[in-house]
């Protein structure tokens, strides 16, 4: 989120200065020209991002015909109100990044789940064959690195590598 | 003087009846999260959408009120064309009950917030084509450079619209489909499209602030149009802080977090400049508006400290994915959003008609219930998220263990929701009863009644 409310703040006193004497307007063209970068430089950043913005090894995290219709019932069955991937979504049921994958689990205990619900799950109103689709959807994010990330090493300028990744190019 | 457009009007005060509805949906969806199965004709999983749209409605509803209806008087004519504005609120109206009856039926985009199938996302993109054109057409008329609120007014309308297609671009067909991809696009258009609604509702803030303090040489002066520059920057890059554990490109992430920490600035001026505010509140007392204005300052501040933080990726580490994120949400959204909101509709309430109404005290209550409630709701939430936050990362308790932990707090936070509820509540009642009155009572078309200069 961008927090740039700042900018309605108005300092009375400082203003009252500034009306007297001071000029007040920034030049027309400056400001256009400055919009002019910003939105360049966007344009730069979108066309990278839709062409090159993973860093995933090939192969990781791709989306097979079946994974598709997965996809596509995750989102009709709104899975993310409860569910996180990669921590984003919801926060009722916990994060499904690599639930097929994980020790403990795999894709017959999601099937499972996805089928008959659980105590605090709802039983999801899919078929066997769906909820092999989207068991299919759920193992290509597994496929693509590991969430949450529990082995890693901060670094002094305030970010962190992450120790346990074994999808990353 | 012009006279007030209706239709504006009523922007603000569907806006309002969204908020109210919103506020609904929420209140039970934090019920049934400490009550499973609690009103299972509306679940869970229709609750939540329908409060995040609702909610997030109420904040385009206002501000694009407030654009149509302030635009005019401070560029000095009328709409280029009030038939278009009737059409928008025509088909908004249409798309919030499709919205809704949509979601009751279960049928959902299930992508993010403010996400609908496919094709009320295209009614939604054509109705803010209206307002792109109808902005443009009447902001060009004005003469000079503009303020930055007109910045920021412009930047809101084009890049919402820009975002809110680019998060549709999934539905374009492509042979490499890949996860990681998606989410980064995803979060790409998101993150920009939070900014815009944001620039839109900080450029009504900053009129706010203008009109009722009188001083209109700031929103024109260099500093103003370098920090509106400085947010712009951050709408576009610095959306990718919303994403550090994807393992989206390393460049994104580090541009990502260089842009961010750039506000630091602001927050630095907010302290630097902070007791000249509170001398500026003295001369308004007086003003419901200002009241919501000087709350808002507040929650930029607790909201722009706790979101600075949350940006630096090893603290994201422990915050990401747990109730830490609901609360920058809800903190900003309610804290920062809505009463900016609430301080536009309460000054059009008292240009409109010339004094608040009858019934100030309630909206006083309101205010204080709604601000008191909301520190111990954000608190609530802080504390969920660094339990659930600390123990998934240092642990191995399992997902459900963790989530017995943070119970207590999920339960504080549902019963304070239902002060922020009541208090909501009274805000809306006052709100909409106060604007919708002139049409009521059947009175000729209300005029701007304040002695305010518009123009330049
Ligand atoms: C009566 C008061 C309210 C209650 C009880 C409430 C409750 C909730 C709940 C339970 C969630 C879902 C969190 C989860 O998935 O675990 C949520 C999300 C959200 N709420 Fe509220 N809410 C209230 C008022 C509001 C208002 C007034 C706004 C904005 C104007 C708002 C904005 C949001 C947003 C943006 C989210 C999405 C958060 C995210 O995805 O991270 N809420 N709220």
Redesign the interface.
């Given at each position: 989120m961008s927090y740039n409310m700042d900018l309605y703040r108005i300092d009375l006193s400082r203003i009252e200065n500034m009306s007297h004497g001071r000029s007040t307007s920034f030049q027309g063209v400056h400001q256009r020209a400055i919009i002019l970068v910003l939105v360049g430089l966007f344009a730069v950043q979108t066309a990278l991002t839709w062409t090159s913005s993973t860093s995933v090894a090939p192969g990781r995290g791709s989306l097979s015909t079946q994974a598709l219709i997965g996809r596509q019932l995750y989102q009709d069955h709104n899975c993310t109100a409860c569910h996180q991937l990669y921590g984003l979504g919801g926060y009722m049921g916990p994060d499904l990044t690599n639930v097929t994958r994980a020790q403990g689990k795999g894709p017959d205990y999601a099937r499972g789940i996805i089928l008959h619900g659980t105590q605090l799950m709802p039983a999801q109103q899919v078929t066997p064959a769906e909820a092999g689709h989207l068991v299919a959807y759920l193992d290509a994010w597994a496929s693509s690195g590991t969430y949450p990330i529990r082995s890693f090493d901060l670094t002094p300028w305030g970010t962190y590598l992450q120790m346990n990744d074994d999808a990353r190019d | 003087m012009p006279a007030i457009d209706r239709s504006a009007l009523l922007f603000l005060v569907f806006g309002v009846v969204s908020l109210w509805l919103g506020a609904f949906f929420g209140l039970l969806g934090a019920w049934q999260?400490v009550m499973?199965g609690l009103f299972d004709v509306i679940?869970?999983?229709k609750s939540?959408?329908l409060h995040v749209s609702l909610v997030i409605s109420w904040i385009f509803m206002v501000a694009v009120g407030g654009v149509y209806h302030y635009l005019p008087l401070l560029v000095g004519r009328p709409m280029h064309s009030p038939r278009l504005v009737r059409v928008h609120l025509f088909l908004w109206m249409i798309l919030g009950l499709a919205v809704l009856g949509s979601y009751m039926l279960g049928?959902?985009?299930?992508?993010?917030y403010w996400e609908f199938p496919p094709a009320l996302g295209g009614l939604i993109a054509v109705s803010w084509f209206l307002l792109v054109y109808n902005f443009f057409r009447t902001a060009m008329q004005g003469r000079?450079?503009?303020p930055?609120y007109l910045?920021?007014w412009a930047t809101g309308v084009v890049f919402f619209l820009l975002t809110f297609l680019?998060a549709y671009?999934w539905l374009w067909p492509r042979d490499?489909?890949?996860?990681?991809?998606?989410?980064?696009?995803q979060?790409?258009a998101y993150?920009a499209l939070?900014?815009s609604w944001?620039?839109l509702v900080?450029g009504l803030?900053?009129v706010?602030?203008?009109r009722i303090?009188g001083?209109t040489?700031?929103a024109?002066?260099?500093t103003?149009?370098l920090?509106?520059?400085?947010?712009?920057?951050?709408?576009?890059?610095?959306w990718a802080h919303?994403?550090y554990?994807?393992?989206?490109?390393?460049w994104?992430r580090y541009?990502a977090?260089g842009v961010s920490m750039t506000?630091w600035i602001?927050l630095a001026?907010?302290i630097r400049?902070w007791r000249?505010?509170l001398?500026?509140a003295q001369?308004h007392q007086h003003v419901l508006a200002a009241h919501f204005?000087y709350a808002?300052?507040a929650w930029?501040f607790l909201?722009?400290g706790l979101?600075l933080l949350i940006s630096?990726?090893?603290?994201n580490?422990f915050t990401?994915?747990?109730?830490i994120t609901?609360a920058?949400a809800m903190g900003?959204t309610i804290g920062?959003n809505t009463m900016?909101l609430f301080a536009a509709i309460f000054h059009t309430v008292d240009r409109v008609h010339g004094d608040t109404g009858t019934r100030v005290q309630y909206v006083r209550l309101g205010f204080w219930l709604l601000n008191g409630g909301l520190v111990l709701f954000w608190l609530s939430l802080i504390g969920a998220g660094m339990i659930k936050g600390w123990y998934?990362?240092m642990s191995d308790l399992s997902?459900q263990d963790i989530m017995v932990m943070v119970r207590p707090f999920l339960m504080s936070f549902a019963a304070w929701g239902i002060v922020l509820f009541v208090g909501i509540t009274l805000l809306a009642v006052h709100a909409s009863w106060a604007l919708l009155g002139p049409f009521l009572r059947s009175r000729p078309v209300p005029v701007d009644r304040s002695t305010e200069a518009y123009n330049r």
């Open positions: - | 999260q499973p679940p869970f999983v939540r959408p049928r959902f985009g299930g992508r993010e000079g450079p503009w930055a910045w920021m680019e671009s490499d489909a890949n996860v990681v991809r998606d989410l980064t696009v979060w790409k993150g939070t900014g944001n620039m900080y803030a900053l706010v602030m203008e303090s001083v040489e700031y024109r002066s260099r103003a149009f920090l509106y520059a400085l947010g712009f920057t951050n709408l576009l890059f610095g919303h994403i554990p994807v393992p989206s490109a390393p994104l541009l977090y506000e602001l001026r907010m400049h000249h505010t001398d500026g001369r204005l808002s300052e930029v909201n722009l979101a630096i990726p090893a603290i580490l990401h994915g747990t109730h609901v920058h900003s920062i900016i998934t990362l997902f």
